[in-house]
Each structure stands twice: as C-alpha cells, then as structure tokens.
T-cell receptor
Framework: EDKVVQSPLSLVVHEGDTVTLNCSYE??????LLWYKQEKKAPTFLFML????IEKKSGRLSSILDKKELSSILNITATQTGDSAIYLC???????????FGAGTTVTVRA | DGGITQSPKYLFRKEGQNVTLSCEQN?????MYWYRQDPGQGLRLIYY???????QKGDIAEGYSVSREKKESFPLTVTSAQKNPTAFYLC??????????????FGQGTRLTVV
C-alpha cells in the first residue's frame, strides 16, 4: 500500500490559471512533509512542512499542512509556462531519515 | 563548486552485466540516498546511508548493492540480479542536525538503459 498519494496525476491549465495539488499520507510517526519541483532531471526543494495550519509561501507558490486530515495542498497562482513540471510530495517519519515519495503530479501550463 | 555529482549521465548495460553508478558530494552532508524513478511511479528508495560504513535497504533493494566507505561517496551497483534495471537513478543527500533531517538535495541523475 502507498504511504503517499498525490492527486491528480496530471493536469493541463492555461497561463494565469490557479492550480491546487493534493498530497495525502498514511504513516505511523509523521515528522515532515516536503514538496519538490522536477523539471528535467534533479528535483528542487520547494517547502518543508511540519506544523499543521501554517502556510508557507514563496512567490506564487504556497503550501499548507493539515495533520488532522493527513494531507497537504500546494497552490500555484497566476501560472506561467515555466511552472510546467512534475510536483513531488514526500513524507519523512520520526526516527527514520528516509523520504517516501508519491507518484507526482505532472502540471502542464499552456500559453 | 559545491553540490552532488552523479556520473555518468547516460549508461548502457548489456544483459547480465553489473554496472556501478557514481554519486559524490562535497556538501558535508551526513545522509545519502539512492532513488529510482520510473514513469508514473514517482521516486522509490533503493538504499540509504546515514553514516560512513553503514547503510540500510529501502523499498526496492533487491538486485542492487551499495557501499559507504567515505562520507563523500555512495556508489550504487546494479547487478545482473536486477530484472528490470532500465530507469532514471537519482542520488540525494541531506544533513542531520540535532537528530533531525534537513531537506534532501538531488544530483542530476543517471539514465540507465539495458540493451
């Protein structure tokens, strides 16, 4: 069974649209949830979330964690073609330094 | 310059051959990881190491082997026992500070193809 489930698996939007990506997890001892963006090769770090209800923002991207619902969302506002990428969600457990990744959401932004 | 270096970028392997993928880092990070990425399946953990001379199996370790003789290096060997090795392999590192892990940083990856 998958520990981390992302939805949707893919979506296509037009420039200027707002995108909301979902990540749900099922782990025993949650420590943190991380979001990464993968354009061609190396995933690049976006956010690390450890506390519920506190939104993290970076430009047009924001993310929030809901520990009660065991989920997180990543929002991208005013999308640009440069936002086209695979967005990966990962969860880390306490006492266990490995990350468990979801399958990713492929976002395509059309001009 | 600092970072994670994976080599080679592209690797072709014949059936029955062992091949070794290199991962070197100069970030002084404690932990190193190997992931495999297949289309539509995200990243799956092969092996990871938190300290020198110690490593643990991930979710899909069968057919792979690693070593951690130096802090900077974590090579991955894909053995002939790995039935479907064609994939994109990513190495990552992270720092352990006060018993907690920082975010992981990734290398540029090695694309392995069996011919």
């Amino acid at each position: 069974e998958d520990k981390v489930v992302q939805s949707p698996l893919s979506l296509v939007v037009h420039e200027g649209d707002t995108v909301t990506l979902n990540c749900s997890y099922e782990v025993t001892n949650f420590r943190s949830l991380l979001w990464y963006k993968q354009e061609k090769k190396a995933p690049t770090f976006l956010f690390m979330l450890t506390s519920s209800g506190i939104e993290k923002k970076s430009g047009r991207l924001s993310s929030i964690l809901d520990k009660k619902e065991l989920s997180s969302i990543l929002n991208i506002t005013a999308t640009q073609t440069g936002d086209s990428a695979i967005y990966l969600c990962a969860v880390e457990e306490v006492y266990d330094y490995k990350l468990s990744f979801g399958a990713g959401t492929t976002v395509t932004v059309r001009a | 310059d600092g970072g994670i270096t994976q080599s080679p970028k592209y690797l072709f392997r014949k059936e029955g051959q062992n091949v070794t993928l290199s991962c070197e880092q100069n970030l002084n990070h404690d932990a190193m990881y190997w992931y495999r990425q297949d289309p539509g399946q995200g990243l799956r953990l092969i092996y990871y190491s938190q300290i020198v001379n110690d490593f643990q199996k991930g979710d899909i370790a069968e057919g792979y082997s690693v070593s951690r003789e130096k802090k900077e290096s974590f090579p991955l060997t894909v053995t002939s026992a790995q039935k479907n090795p064609t994939a994109f392999y990513l190495c990552a590192t992270s720092s352990i500070v006060g018993g907690e892990n920082t975010e992981a940083f990734f290398g540029q990856g090695t694309r392995l193809t069996v011919v």
